[in-house]
């Protein structure tokens, strides 16, 4: 019982079907290879920090001090062919996304055609609004800021107020 080419296979990742190409080949591709080392990273590193509590304070503590280096590098990566590979895939994810309907725009995207637009989720869920990906990049991450930020550009440019709209309760930003 060798290599049955013909014999096909269900990739552990995207769950697609394909031919590997060594018999005990469990994934379609380098990427879903990545994706999967990528996970069990999380997981290793979830179950270390457990285990090593002191670790975490010791990562902020580096955070903090290298924080200028860590930005420096993310926006070179983003000048890279993987950085701007990996925003075009975020961008058409987006897109595919919106067309889904899975996302409700509240507004219709007012800003010339040449100008690159983000749509941003306004409570991490259901309602996006289009924003210039500039603006929109300027308070990058999940973080309560960049809800803040956005949302007073979106007063700016739809003179509309998001807090009022979601009412008191805000949900978790989350994606
Ligand atoms: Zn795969
Ligand atoms: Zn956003």
């Keep these: 019982m060798f290599n049955n080419p013909e ?15 060594i018999y005990n080949k469990k994934l379609c591709s380098e990427r879903c290879r990545l994706e999967r080392r990528r996970k069990w990273f999380r997981k290793y590193m979830k179950e270390y920090t457990i285990t090593h509590p002191t670790y975490i304070e010791y990562q902020k503590r580096y955070f903090k001090e290298n924080r200028e280096n ?15 590979q990996y925003l075009r895939e975020v961008r058409s994810q987006y897109k595919y996304k919106l067309k889904n309907k899975k996302w409700i725009p509240i507004f219709p995207n007012i800003f010339p055609k040449e100008l690159p637009v983000d749509y941003h989720h306004v409570d991490g869920k259901w309602f996006v609004v289009p924003l210039p990906t500039n603006i929109h990049k300027m308070n990058n991450g999940k973080s309560k800021d960049h809800l803040e930020k956005n949302n007073e550009w979106i007063e700016f440019f739809h003179n509309f107020n998001v807090t009022k709209f979601l009412g008191s309760d805000p949900m978790e930003l989350q994606k």
Aim: hydrophobic share 20%; net charge positive; aromatic share 14%.
């Design 70 to 84: 860590f930005k420096r590098n993310k926006k070179n990566w983003y000048k890279t062919q993987k950085g701007k």
């Design 7 to 21: 014999k096909k296979k269900i990739c552990l990742i995207c769950e697609e079907e394909f031919t590997p190409s």
